[in-house]
């Protein structure tokens, strides 16, 4: 439990920029060393993730901590992903107000930005084999990126027409 | 009073926030700014500039902020300006909480139900496509500055990007370690 705590509050604390930062740290942490959950289970748990109302990074979190402790484990994943924030919040509320007018901390979010693009461009590939995708169903993928990136359409809509497609497909095959 | 107000307030962005944590933003803006006028434009778009370059989830560090600065705005001092970003954080979090368990449960129970799976066999490669539009959609002049606006910036991030990218996939280097070498490279060079 305890551990789980920790895992998460570390996550927590090196998630710059929304939510799919969060993936590549969870991929390493929860998915390569400790393996909690599989490279499928979490490639489902981001959809399921996106698809629910809230914050995506503690959705994520709650799914894992149900999975090994139920209940209280979810709990403990909250509050691990919640509680660095938190407190870095409050700090720079309480105390440093003008915390964005220091040059060094610009310069350093300058140097971060461009690195968790790359780190949320990384996993792709592994989700790609994690989901099985072949030369024939690549299409699946590109349309996705496609309309969300150009046509700006939810991802959630997105998700459920994959969804229907699927369940569409499954049928057809029996 | 206002702390029962910034509770119901965060429960329905909690409820509603579909989308992530820019579409939850513009809708604290809409609640907390245009409705009830607890903080001014220029204070939220402070806020929401310091939730995105801390780290943590963006809608987590936004409800923090929000509850503090509306009660300590409102005349409050700083003590119940805590009190209010709990509030807020804990507000935001517990629709999702609650309907994350009842999901998280279902599918373990039924993750091997025929429909369940081919429903999966849809989402996971759209999941994919997620992905690939949310590093597009990252992409940016704001990210990574221009070549005609910055090119010490713009070739630098470049440089960042590329190394953040083959230390992770090619020498698997643990992400953590990644965003702090970047973080230093950033002091040093921009």
């Given at each position: 439990?305890?551990?789980?705590?920790?895992?998460?509050?570390?996550?927590?604390?090196?998630?710059?920029?929304?939510?799919?930062?969060?993936?590549?740290?969870?991929?390493?942490?929860?998915?390569?060393?400790?393996?909690?959950?599989?490279?499928?289970?979490?490639?489902?748990?981001?959809?399921?993730?996106?698809?629910?109302?809230?914050?995506?990074?503690?959705?994520?979190?709650?799914?894992?901590?149900?999975?090994?402790?139920?209940?209280?484990?979810?709990?403990?994943?909250?509050?691990?992903?919640?509680?660095?924030?938190?407190?870095?919040?409050?700090l720079?509320?309480?105390?440093?107000?003008?915390?964005?007018?220091?040059?060094?901390?610009?310069?350093?979010?300058?140097g971060?930005?461009?690195?968790?693009?790359?780190?949320?461009?990384?996993?792709?590939?592994?989700?790609?084999?994690?989901?099985?995708?072949?030369?024939?169903?690549?299409?699946?993928?590109?349309?996705?990126?496609?309309?969300?990136?150009?046509?700006?359409?939810?991802?959630?809509?997105?998700?459920?027409?994959?969804?229907?497609?699927?369940?569409?497909?499954?049928?057809?095959?029996? | 009073?206002?702390?029962?107000?910034?509770?119901?307030?965060?429960?329905?962005?909690?409820?509603?926030?579909?989308?992530?944590?820019?579409a939850?933003?513009?809708?604290?803006?809409?609640?907390?700014v245009?409705?009830?006028?607890?903080?001014?434009?220029?204070?939220?778009?402070?806020?929401?500039?310091?939730?995105?370059?801390?780290?943590?989830?963006?809608?987590?560090?936004?409800?923090?902020?929000?509850?503090?600065?509306?009660?300590?705005?409102?005349?409050?001092p700083?003590?119940?300006?805590?009190?209010?970003?709990?509030?807020?954080?804990?507000?935001?979090?517990l629709?999702?909480?609650?309907?994350?368990?009842?999901?998280?449960?279902?599918?373990?129970?039924?993750?091997?139900?025929?429909?369940?799976?081919?429903?999966?066999?849809?989402?996971?490669?759209?999941?994919?496509?997620?992905?690939?539009?949310?590093?597009?959609?990252?992409?940016?002049?704001?990210?990574?500055?221009?070549?005609?606006?910055?090119?010490w910036?713009?070739?630098?991030?470049?440089?960042?990007?590329?190394?953040?990218?083959?230390?992770?996939?090619?020498?698997?280097?643990?992400?953590?370690?990644?965003?702090?070498?970047?973080?230093?490279?950033?002091?040093?060079?921009?």
């Amino acid at each position: 439990m305890l551990e789980l705590f920790i895992t998460f509050a570390k996550i927590g604390c090196f998630t710059i920029g929304g939510g799919y930062a969060m993936i590549p740290l969870i991929e390493e942490q929860v998915v390569s060393r400790k393996k909690w959950v599989t490279q499928e289970e979490l490639t489902d748990l981001i959809a399921v993730a996106q698809s629910c109302p809230g914050i995506f990074a503690v959705n994520l979190s709650i799914f894992i901590g149900y999975k090994l402790y139920r209940t209280r484990g979810a709990l403990v994943c909250t509050l691990g992903t919640a509680l660095p924030s938190f407190i870095i919040i409050l700090l720079i509320a309480l105390f440093f107000q003008r915390f964005r007018e220091y040059a060094i901390v610009n310069s350093i979010f300058r140097g971060i930005r461009p690195a968790v693009v790359a780190l949320i461009a990384a996993p792709v590939f592994r989700m790609a084999r994690a989901a099985q995708i072949t030369l024939s169903t690549m299409w699946i993928p590109a349309v996705c990126a496609l309309s969300i990136w150009l046509l700006g359409v939810s991802p959630v809509y997105v998700i459920l027409l994959a969804a229907i497609g699927g369940y569409t497909y499954g049928q057809l095959l029996k | 009073m206002l702390l029962i107000q910034l509770f119901i307030v965060f429960l329905i962005i909690g409820l509603f926030g579909f989308g992530g944590g820019y579409a939850m933003v513009s809708m604290i803006q809409g609640e907390v700014v245009t409705s009830n006028h607890w903080l001014t434009t220029g204070q939220f778009t402070d806020i929401v500039a310091i939730s995105q370059m801390t780290p943590g989830p963006i809608g987590i560090n936004t409800a923090t902020y929000v509850g503090y600065s509306s009660m300590v705005q409102a005349g409050y001092p700083a003590w119940m300006g805590i009190l209010g970003s709990f509030t807020a954080t804990f507000a935001v979090v517990l629709p999702s909480f609650i309907l994350m368990l009842i999901i998280s449960k279902f599918l373990l129970q039924y993750k091997d139900h025929p429909v369940v799976e081919s429903l999966f066999i849809g989402i996971r490669p759209a999941v994919v496509g997620l992905l690939i539009a949310a590093s597009l959609l990252l992409m940016t002049r704001e990210n990574f500055s221009s070549p005609g606006e910055d090119a010490w910036q713009f070739f630098i991030s470049v440089f960042l990007f590329l190394f953040a990218f083959i230390g992770q996939r090619v020498y698997h280097i643990n992400p953590i370690r990644l965003i702090a070498l970047c973080a230093i490279a950033g002091a040093i060079l921009l």
